[in-house]
């Protein structure tokens, strides 16, 4: 039985479509990432499954049960928002005990007490129950967010951006955290975001949103290796992924895509591809390699930026296509203005239909 189950959802708002027939199942103990760029319908999914939003079509079940038309405290959930604000008058135990105590019929002290210590162990904040929120550091004040969803112990667990509003450092740490308690936990958890790397380091899937529309749901590295579409592919990643606009070509038997700056070679498989229409060639930077000589592809760097131990080289090639190749800086270096040569790693080539965008071929069979 799956742990949430949405069949046909929907929601308009007058001639805006938040959300277009969603289909998605959450197995139980899965930590499920809802990613997609701003307005594409994430929260809406998330308050549609809370019970805050009334669905215009479609059916919503927890564990097996339909939930769709039953107010949000009858959906046992607990949510934690991107604004996860405390109450600054009550302590940090009294924050996290405090859906216990508005609990009807109310749970004795002692019981409370226990609870709160045992959720407040698990987050690691146990020395700092008698604390106000402003006494303690953001990352602090978000776990006991956490630990306020967590003493409800609910079917479900709904977070929206909850590591927004941190800095980039303690964004990276809460990460570890949240995934380690998910591991104690087991619990499920629908987690939404549009930071695509908290996605991919997070998540057992990821369903991707664009414009209230499923993209695909997969695992992290099926969505990065395998894009159903080319707005996926360019969605993850943390650059842009490369596109070229071409088509097929065989010379001498071995496939080949075929653009206005050359011919870059392909794997066997992808003969297969069907018709002769437009494509799309989608390829990564570092699947990309700048050599001297020796490439399928020549251009003049036209920006070289050293990030860390990455040199990312923008190359413009003879029909004005920019491409962006990754090269490792203690192997090989160039400057703005120099000629170099490109390498395209045919095993991480991606070939998408130029008017649809669908995937048509992905080098890694
Ligand atoms: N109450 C509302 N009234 C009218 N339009 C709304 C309302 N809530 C959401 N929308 C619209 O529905 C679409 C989906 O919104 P949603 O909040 O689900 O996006 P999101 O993916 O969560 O984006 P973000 O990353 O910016 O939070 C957007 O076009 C948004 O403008
Ligand atoms: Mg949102």
């Known amino acids: 039985?799956?742990?949430?189950?949405?069949?046909?959802?929907?929601?308009?708002?007058?001639?805006?479509?938040?959300?277009?027939?969603?289909?998605?199942?959450?197995?139980?103990?899965?930590?499920?990432?809802?990613?997609?760029?701003?307005?594409?319908?994430?929260?809406?999914?998330?308050?549609?499954?809370?019970?805050?939003?009334?669905?215009d079509g479609g059916k919503i079940e927890i564990a097996g049960r339909d939930v769709t038309a039953l107010p949000p405290e009858k959906r046992d959930l607990a949510?934690?928002?991107?604004?996860?604000?405390?109450?600054?008058?009550?302590?940090?135990?009294?924050?996290?005990?405090?859906?216990?105590?508005?609990?009807?019929?109310?749970?004795?002290?002692?019981?409370?007490?226990?609870?709160?210590?045992a959720v407040a162990q698990s987050l690691g904040i146990g020395p700092l129950l008698a604390r106000y929120p402003r006494e303690i550091s953001g990352g602090q004040q978000q776990r006991v967010a956490l630990g306020r969803a967590m003493v409800r112990d609910p079917k479900v667990f709904l977070l929206d951006e909850p590591?927004?509003?941190?800095?980039?450092?303690?964004?990276?740490?809460?990460?570890?955290?949240?995934?380690?308690?998910?591991?104690?936990?087991g619990s499920t958890i629908v987690y939404v975001t549009h930071d695509q790397s908290e996605a991919m380091t997070l998540s057992s899937r990821i369903a991707i949103f664009n414009h209230g529309k499923l993209q695909q749901v997969a695992p992290p590295a099926e969505i990065y290796d395998r894009p159903a579409n080319a707005f996926v592919a360019n969605f993850v990643g943390d650059r842009e992924m490369n596109f070229l606009d071409g088509k097929l070509t065989t010379q001498g038997g071995a496939p080949g895509f075929v653009f206005a700056g050359g011919v870059v070679p392909l794997i066997a498989s992808a003969a297969a591809v069907a018709g002769n229409g437009a494509l799309r060639l989608g390829i990564r930077a570092e699947a990309i390699e700048p050599t001297r000589d020796g490439g399928a592809l020549?251009?003049?760097?036209?920006?070289?930026?050293?990030?860390?131990?990455?040199?990312?080289?923008?190359v413009r090639l003879g029909d004005g296509a920019e491409i962006v190749a990754r090269a490792d800086p203690r192997a090989f270096t160039a400057r703005e203005g120099e000629a170099v040569s490109l390498a395209l790693d045919p095993a991480r080539i991606h070939l998408f239909d130029a008017e649809t965008g669908i995937a048509r071929h992905h080098g890694a069979a």
């Not at 189950?5 to 929907?10: D, I, L, P």
């Not at 996290?96 to 709160?116: G, N, Q, S, T, Y």
């Not at 927004?164 to 955290?177: E, F, H, T, V, W």
């Open 1 to 55: 039985m799956s742990a949430v189950r949405f069949s046909g959802v929907s929601k308009n708002y007058g001639p805006v479509v938040a959300l277009a027939g969603l289909d998605l199942d959450v197995a139980e103990g899965e930590f499920l990432s809802l990613l997609g760029p701003s307005g594409s319908g994430k929260s809406t999914t998330l308050g549609l499954l809370a019970g805050l939003i009334d669905a």
């Open 79 to 117: 949510m934690v928002f991107q604004n996860y604000a405390l109450y600054p008058h009550l302590t940090v135990a009294e924050n996290i005990a405090f859906p216990l105590e508005a609990r009807k019929p109310k749970p004795d002290a002692a019981e409370i007490a226990k609870k709160v210590e």
């Open 163 to 185: 590591l927004s509003n941190l800095d980039a450092r303690l964004r990276i740490r809460m990460r570890r955290d949240l995934k380690a308690l998910h591991a104690q936990l």
């Open 298 to 314: 020549r251009g003049s760097v036209i920006l070289a930026e050293l990030a860390g131990p990455d040199l990312f080289l923008t």
